[in-house]
């Protein structure tokens, strides 16, 4: 088998599922060309008439694949840029999400959000650099953020079947993540969280790309420390079953979150396990600051997002 | 009992019938406000009957649209029934959106009707959407939107103008200009016209004497049918005005932005009296008392239907099926 890139992976899945299901549809700005990677080459396969080049008009063409959805549509829209999203706030929050409760289940919205290198990349600075997924998973929004090819695959494929709003965020720090996949890929349930690597002494909750370094820091403290590596994948619904569990193993947790720290879900997942969870010692989160936003010069941009250094000291000082 | 499902706009009758029923239902809500049966009040359409109807009355089963926070008529023209609507409004399980949406959010999908909004302008790229969705799956349908002077200054609806022109999709835009957004007037807010918006995307556009419910039905019709041929879209801009306040608390708050002379002046161009007089009194007078009776009959099924169970106050919150936790752990 041959490796499978991340992109390639999110590509795959949207080529399976404009396959498969007619009412599958993608918008979004310059993806005829498929400028960011995922919808390379799908309007030369499906038709400009279902992979839609769009005008710059994010609001009018989130609010309109809103409009799809209920007319028996599934849209997919790709982001560019993570801090679009701040912009279709309304139609993603206000229109799309609410809509099913606001109608007493009349109707619900079947619509992805694909945004392809949330996060910082390297000289982008503050308006380009957001991983806004906490306010997603905050607002109600089904929020999935995939580490790994196979899952960023399995996610988006489950994403576009499912009924409601769903926002994929794939870091771009792990665009560049590749895979020796010898199994079939298929869609994984939303809600679901994947332990990458079985420990004793301590959880650590990674999200997104996060997971490789996390997998990393385990590996370097292997003789010394038996870390356990917990991917969520999807923040909104968490899989707090599977926490609790390993919890249940280790005791004590550490999170790790590229999103600020006030109201991100790492305060989320510290605060249910204290309310909920087995719990040795008090628990520890590696995030942005407050209120971040990334400065421009490298060397401060890094600064900002949490490194291999913090999460190895935030290790020991939970297992001490 | 009549099928109210499917309101019969094709005669003068039906529509007189509707524009009475439209009123009457307001006159209502209003003094369920005043009792306290309906919280939070309501935003009267009291005034511009006329252009529901007008448009509505251009419209087939098939075809869809998307309201406004003020869009009890728009409801009720495309057909919804109105003790369901009525439930709604007093936030019973009756109700069209079982008691979940309430007047700002009243909704019956199996009628083509996407929603009411609380969201000035949010309508427009939804029937863009909807308008591109049934040319995908090659489904004869027009869509119409909503909306007011007000939202002519949202961006959201010039960029849902752009998508509507370039994709020649059948959307009609109506603009329903009573003069005011809440007490700014139109005179000071917007710039240029409401029908230079849409030339500058080269929309035909139309304007209309929002109080005559033929001459609305007329230029709607035009226009529907243009959307229907392929032609694209379409842009009314509707002259009328809400002879309530903006809202049902506006009374309380005791603003003064409108002068009594004005009020009036509109009045005296009440689109009821303009569409009895195309009626014989004999038919006027039958309508009349079915309507009071239809009415007080949507009263007492709205005030018998029950309130919701708490318990439930997340249902439907996602079509998925997934529950939220609870806010407070035991
Ligand atoms: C985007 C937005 N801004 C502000 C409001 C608060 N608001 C509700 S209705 C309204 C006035 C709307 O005026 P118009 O569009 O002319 O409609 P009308 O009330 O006259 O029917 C305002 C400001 C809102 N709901 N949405």
Redesign the interface.
């Known amino acids: 088998m041959s490796m499978l890139s991340y992109t390639k992976a999110l590509n795959r899945a949207l080529t399976d599922a404009l396959a498969a299901d007619p009412s599958v549809?993608v918008f979004g700005e310059d993806i005829g060309a498929g400028l960011a990677g995922p919808t390379l080459g799908l309007q030369r396969r499906f038709g400009a008439?279902?992979v839609v080049d769009?005008?710059l008009?994010e609001?009018?063409?989130?609010?309109?694949?809103?409009?799809?959805?209920?007319?028996?549509?599934r849209?997919v829209i790709e982001f560019q840029i993570p801090s679009l999203l701040f912009l279709v706030f309304?139609?993603l929050v206000?229109?799309a999400h609410k809509?099913?409760?606001?109608?007493?289940?009349?109707?619900?919205v079947?619509l992805v959000c694909l945004v392809p290198g949330s996060g910082s990349r390297d000289g982008w600075a503050g308006q380009h650099s957001d991983h806004p997924y906490s306010l997603f998973a905050h607002a109600?929004v089904?929020t999935l953020v995939p580490a790994t090819p196979t899952d960023a695959y399995g996610l988006l494929a489950a994403a576009i079947r499912?009924?409601?709003p769903v926002v994929v965020f794939a870091p771009a720090a792990a665009l560049g993540v590749r895979e020796d996949v010898t199994w079939e890929l298929a869609p994984i349930p939303?809600?679901s969280a994947r332990v990458h690597r079985a420990g004793t002494d301590v959880t650590v909750v990674a999200v997104g790309h996060l997971v490789h370094d996390a997998l990393a820091v385990a590996e370097e403290l292997a003789e010394e420390i038996s870390v356990e590596v917990f991917d969520p994948r999807t923040l909104h619904?968490f899989d707090?079953t599977a926490l609790a569990a390993s919890l249940e193993r280790t005791g004590r947790l550490v999170v790790v979150d590229d999103s600020n720290r006030s109201c991100g879900i790492g305060a989320e997942v510290v605060a249910t396990a204290a309310?909920?969870m087995r719990l040795l010692a008090p628990p520890r989160r590696i995030t942005r600051p407050d209120g971040a936003v990334l400065p421009f010069a490298p060397a401060l941009d890094r600064s900002l997002q949490p490194s291999r250094d913090q999460l190895r000291h935030a290790i020991r000082t939970v297992v001490k | 009992m009549t099928d109210h499902r499917t309101p019969d706009l094709s005669t003068l009758l039906g529509r007189y019938r509707m524009l009475r029923l439209i009123r009457g239902f307001e006159e209502l809500a209003l003094t369920l406000v005043k009792s306290g049966a309906i919280v939070g009040g309501t935003h009267p359409y009291i005034g511009q009957e006329a252009v529901a109807v007008g448009v509505c009355a251009a419209l087939r089963p098939q075809d869809?649209i998307?309201s406004t926070h003020r869009g009890h008529g728009h409801v009720l023209a495309k057909g919804a029934e109105p003790r369901r609507l009525l439930a709604e409004l007093t936030g019973r399980v009756g109700?069209?959106?079982?008691?979940?949406?309430g007047s700002m959010?009243a909704?019956?999908?199996?009628l083509g009707i996407?929603?009411a909004?609380?969201?000035v302008g949010?309508g427009?790229?939804?029937?863009?959407?909807?308008?591109?969705?049934?040319r995908?799956?090659a489904e004869d349908r027009v869509?119409v939107t909503f909306f007011g002077d007000g939202a002519l200054n949202q961006?959201?609806l010039l960029?849902?103008l752009?998508?509507a022109a370039?994709w020649r999709l059948p959307v009609l835009f109506v603009c329903e200009d009573n003069g005011y957004a809440t007490t700014l007037p139109a005179e000071v807010a917007v710039a240029g016209s409401a029908l230079g918006r849409a030339a500058a995307f080269g929309i035909p556009a139309a304007e209309v004497d929002g109080m005559d419910t033929e001459a609305v039905l007329a230029a709607a019709g035009a226009a529907v049918d243009r959307a229907r041929a392929g032609q694209g879209p379409g842009f009314l801009r509707c002259r009328t005005y809400r002879y309530q306040g903006h809202h049902t608390m506006e009374r309380r708050m005791k603003v003064n932005y409108r002068s009594a002379e004005e009020v009036d002046a509109w009045r005296a161009r009440d689109p009821l009296p303009r569409a009895a007089a195309l009626l014989d009194r004999a038919e006027r007078a039958d309508c009349d008392r079915e309507l009071a009776e239809l009415l007080a009959e949507a009263e007492q099924f709205a005030l018998a239907s029950e309130h919701p169970d708490p318990a439930g106050a997340?249902?439907?919150?996602?079509?998925?099926g997934?529950r939220?936790?609870a806010g407070a752990?035991a």
């Open positions: 549809c008439d279902r769009t005008p008009s609001q009018a063409f989130t609010g309109m694949a809103v409009g799809a959805a209920l007319a028996g549509r849209p309304e139609q206000n229109q809509f099913s409760l606001m109608t007493g289940g009349q109707g619900s079947p109600g089904k499912d009924p409601d939303i809600g619904p707090w309310e909920e | 869809r998307t109700g069209l959106n079982q008691g979940r949406g959010h909704a019956d999908l199996s996407l929603g909004n609380g969201i949010a427009a790229p939804i029937a863009v959407g909807a308008a591109w969705a049934a995908q799956a869509v961006g959201v960029e849902s752009n998508l370039m997340c249902d439907h919150l996602y079509a998925s997934l939220p936790r752990v």
